[in-house]
């Protein structure tokens, strides 16, 4: 429920495909999500993750500058 998604309280990255449109919405996911950040890449739910925009925003996730 959203009152369980806005319960966990961690650090979460919300990753989606610009052209997947079966999944929901990054955006509201990450709003949802007290530390929750939402980034856009190209591809849709299987393609993005081939992507060098998935790769660099996954990187950043896990180790900030």
Known sequence: ???EIRAIDVPALAILGAE???NGSAETLAAWLP???A???PGDHGSCVSTPEFRDALAGFLAPA
């Open 1 to 3: 429920t959203e009152a």
């Open 35 to 37: 530390q929750g950040r």
């Open 39 to 41: 980034v856009t890449v």
């Open 20 to 22: 997947d449109h079966d």
